[in-house]
């Protein structure tokens, strides 16, 4: 059952627009590597799109039609989308549900340090990586320093061809003899993530050194850094209590190979499926079953927290709703959305020939192939996985193919080689039918991630085919 190349079937008019998605695409993954980056730029797309704050139709206590395009932020980094369909809403709503934070490394709340005229930042790496990826790489620092007054002052420094980037350091090769003896996970230890920052001391006068007490000249590195976060920012070393400052690669997300066929990109787990899902949303307009897009915090370090699939924001979103179209009540909610079905947007692990032994190849997806269904995922014996029922399966293949998508099914590597989970089984805790499918990656935690643009593609042709025909 090997599924075909889906570049050998497009036409021109459809390689038009793949390009244009995939221009879309790199450029949203560009300009937004954070949760609240990748957020408020679905806010601005929403509102584009006709879309209005669900916040506000509760203030006003507005009467919700067919028709009504809602939104609802959760903290500025998780975001729910309805577009409410003629369809009765206690007989279920179309789901599609994504995340928007990326592994990455989070400056701590005391990070700056000096050490022999030298300035890092310490930190804390969010989800799973291979630390030693992360070394000698251009690195940028975007986020939010919030003043104890409520001031939200937006970071974002290493992106524009003017800004100075950051790096983690490594040894030399000449003196890693002891380094080259250990195994990949010890190379690197955690707490050698410091982000060098800064390596130029301020010149202490002697009259200035009376008045700041820096007569003994120490941290004059620190100090210099300092004075530049509170020129440049307006902020000062306190105020990192209150930061939410994440380091990532630099730089934008580019063409990759001879033919432009792929994209190599930051964060890409899960943004292909947030970004393809977002897209395929706005793109609906009027809909006979109600759709929902969730774009979702917290899903690499387990879906928890407030911003997470584990909190009730998704559930107090969906009663509001009801509330608002005169289905209000608990059990008008329990029978929506044990009604629903959800595609679990999110990445899966691309067939690479240089790791086969990795994959077992009837059972993986491929690069160009289209988007990839995994029935189940979690570990070994399938542990965390939701494993979605064979009739929901079954429906899904005919709404794929009635659609025309190129589609095919996976599992997540070797059985007991290793595994991984999504927010599904989260979703599927509310007694909806729920199955993982999203875009085949490479290189998947690694700083800079690999897609295929037909895959990406697909992805948005398969969402868009669901909430129409599901």
């Known amino acids: 059952m090997e599924r075909p190349n889906a570049w050998k079937s497009y036409s021109p008019e459809q390689l038009?627009?793949?390009?244009?998605?995939?221009?879309?695409?790199?450029a949203f993954i560009s300009d937004n590597k954070t949760e609240r980056e990748c957020c408020a730029a679905a806010v601005d797309m929403a509102r584009e799109a006709g879309y209005v704050s669900l916040e506000e139709a509760v203030a006003a206590d507005k009467k919700l039609e067919a028709g009504a395009k809602l939104y609802a932020v959760n903290r500025a980094k998780s975001l729910m989308l309805v577009n409410l369909g003629s369809d009765d809403l206690e007989a279920g709503v179309n789901i599609?549900?994504?995340?928007?934070?990326?592994?990455?490394?989070?400056?701590?709340?005391?990070?700056?340090?000096?050490?022999?005229?030298?300035?890092?930042?310490?930190?804390?790496?969010?989800?799973?990586?291979?630390?030693?990826?992360?070394?000698?790489?251009?690195?940028?620092?975007?986020?939010?320093?919030?003043?104890?007054?409520?001031?939200?002052?937006?970071?974002?420094?290493?992106?524009?061809?003017?800004?100075?980037?950051?790096?983690?350091?490594?040894?030399?090769?000449?003196?890693?003899?002891?380094?080259?003896t250990k195994d990949a996970a010890k190379v690197v230890d955690g707490e050698m993530l410091d982000v060098l920052c800064g390596g130029r001391p301020?010149?202490?006068?002697?009259?200035?050194?009376?008045?700041?007490?820096?007569?003994?000249?120490?941290?004059?590195?620190?100090k210099g850094v300092l004075g530049i976060l509170k020129e440049q920012i307006g902020i000062d070393e306190e105020d990192l209590l209150s930061a939410e400052l994440e380091v990532v690669p630099a730089g934008a997300a580019r063409d990759l190979g001879f033919d432009r066929s792929m994209i190599l990109g930051y964060g890409q787990d899960d943004r292909s499926c947030a970004y393809t899902s977002l897209v395929a949303m706005l793109d609906e307009k009027d809909v006979a079953r109600t759709s929902v897009t969730l774009?979702?915090?917290?899903?690499?370090?387990?879906?928890?927290?407030?911003?997470?699939?584990?909190?009730?924001?998704?559930?107090?979103?969906?009663?509001?709703?009801?509330?608002?179209?005169?289905?209000?009540?608990?059990?008008?909610?329990?029978?929506?959305?044990?009604?629903?079905?959800?595609?679990?947007?999110?990445?899966?692990?691309?067939?690479?020939?240089?790791?086969?032994?990795?994959?077992?190849?009837?059972?993986?997806?491929?690069?160009?192939?289209?988007?990839?269904?995994?029935?189940?995922?979690?570990?070994?014996?399938?542990?965390?996985?939701?494993?979605?029922?064979?009739?929901?399966?079954?429906?899904?293949?005919?709404?794929?193919?009635?659609?025309?998508?190129?589609?095919?099914?996976?599992?997540?590597?070797?059985?007991?080689?290793?595994?991984?989970?999504?927010?599904?089984?989260?979703?599927?805790?509310?007694?909806?039918?729920?199955?993982?499918?999203?875009?085949?990656?490479?290189?998947?935690?690694?700083?800079?991630?690999t897609t295929s643009k037909a895959d990406i593609y697909e992805a948005y042709r398969g969402y868009r085919a669901f909430l129409q025909k599901a």
Not at 16 to 26: A, F, I, Q, S, W
Not at 144 to 158: A, L, S, T, W
Not at 214 to 220: G, N, P
Request: glycine share 10%.
């Open 295 to 449: 774009l979702v915090d917290k899903e690499e370090i387990g879906s928890v927290g407030a911003t997470g699939m584990t909190s009730r924001f998704f559930e107090n979103t969906m009663a509001e709703v009801l509330a608002l179209a005169g289905k209000p009540g608990d059990l008008a909610l329990r029978r929506c959305l044990a009604a629903s079905q959800m595609l679990s947007s999110d990445v899966s692990a691309g067939f690479d020939p240089t790791f086969a032994s990795a994959f077992e190849a009837k059972n993986a997806s491929y690069l160009g192939r289209g988007l990839t269904f995994n029935k189940f995922t979690g570990s070994r014996g399938k542990s965390g996985s939701n494993d979605a029922d064979a009739e929901y399966v079954a429906k899904v293949r005919r709404v794929m193919d009635e659609g025309g998508v190129n589609w095919q099914t996976a599992e997540l590597g070797r059985v007991d080689l290793g595994g991984g989970g999504t927010i599904a089984y989260i979703l599927a805790k509310y007694d909806m039918s729920v199955i993982d499918c999203g875009v085949p990656v490479l290189s998947m935690h690694a700083p800079w991630e």
């Open 16 to 26: 038009d627009e793949l390009h244009y998605l995939c221009e879309g695409y790199k």
């Open 96 to 180: 599609l549900g994504a995340h928007i934070d990326s592994p990455r490394m989070d400056v701590k709340q005391n990070p700056m340090d000096e050490k022999n005229d030298l300035v890092t930042l310490d930190t804390h790496y969010y989800g799973g990586i291979k630390k030693y990826q992360w070394v000698t790489i251009p690195l940028a620092i975007h986020g939010v320093v919030v003043h104890k007054d409520g001031e939200v002052v937006k970071v974002n420094i290493g992106e524009d061809e003017a800004d100075p980037v950051f790096c983690v350091t490594d040894l030399l090769i000449h003196l890693a003899q002891e380094q080259m």
């Open 202 to 222: 301020v010149v202490v006068k002697d009259g200035d050194a009376q008045k700041d007490g820096a007569a003994d000249e120490k941290d004059l590195v620190k």
